[in-house]
């Protein structure tokens, strides 16, 4: 009995030593990155426009016109160019000091309101500051454009980022004649979302003539596209 025992528990030890030498087959594997990129024109522009209080009698410093008077103005305009108020936002509000002469009258502290509004097109811009004191105005320039389907947008650009690295890889594999297997691993190495900026010199308020009809000539020269990139590595099974 003894000696079976010993039997058995010999044929156990070799038996689990034979299974731990025994190496795994590899897994045959084929890595690849998918890429994609889109670029549309961007349909959100955004405003910057920056008020500043004056004196209707600047030598004397008399009859200053306010930066509220300025900004009710400001929101007039807005509403009439059927534009919703909420798409005026405040940006930040600053201050300076004016004098007037050689000896300096005792300096006026006057205050300067910037202003961001959001537009869906440009032609609008020609009526915004049309009840406006044009003295009242420092500066208004375009800042930044964006689109405005940019989540969908992203997605789909990662979509057929995979479908790339499927299609790269099916043909890589089937150039050797085996086939294309399931999915191991998904990474994603870049997810990128792109829009053109704009400094105010570089990009001055575009005043677009008026026209009889609702459209408003528009001019020859494009914005730079918004631009969507993604780059997807993918592990793919080989059969």
């Not at 200053?64 to 930040?92: C, R, Y």
């Amino acid at each position: 009995m003894k000696n079976i025992l010993l039997l058995a528990a010999s044929f156990i030890f070799s038996t689990a030593t034979f299974a731990q030498t025994v190496e795994k087959e590899p897994v045959r594997k084929i890595e690849v990155t998918g890429t994609s990129e889109v670029e549309v024109d961007p349909d959100e522009f955004y405003l910057t426009v920056s008020l500043k209080e004056f004196y209707k009698d600047e030598k004397n410093q008399k009859d200053k016109v306010t930066i509220d008077i300025l900004e009710k103005q400001l929101i007039q305009s807005v509403q009439g160019a059927g534009l919703p108020k909420d798409a005026l936002t405040i940006q930040g509000i600053t201050g300076y000091q004016n004098s007037i002469g050689k000896k300096k009258n005792p300096a006026q502290f006057l205050e300067s309101k910037q202003y961001q509004l959001k537009l869906a097109k440009l032609y609008d811009v020609d009526n915004l500051l049309s009840k406006v004191d044009s003295r009242g105005v420092a500066n208004t320039y375009i800042s930044r454009v964006d689109y405005s389907k940019k989540e969908q947008l992203r997605k789909d650009v990662k979509i057929k980022a995979l479908q790339n690295a499927k299609e790269k890889a099916a043909y890589l594999v089937e150039s050797l004649g085996d086939k294309l297997g399931e999915v191991l691993e998904i990474h994603e190495i870049e997810d990128s979302y792109n829009t053109p900026m704009y400094q105010m010199a570089q990009m001055p308020m575009m005043r677009m003539a008026k026209a009889e009809s609702a459209d408003v000539a528009q001019s020859d020269l494009e914005f730079q596209k918004v631009k969507f990139t993604s780059r997807i590595q993918v592990i793919f099974r080989i059969k």
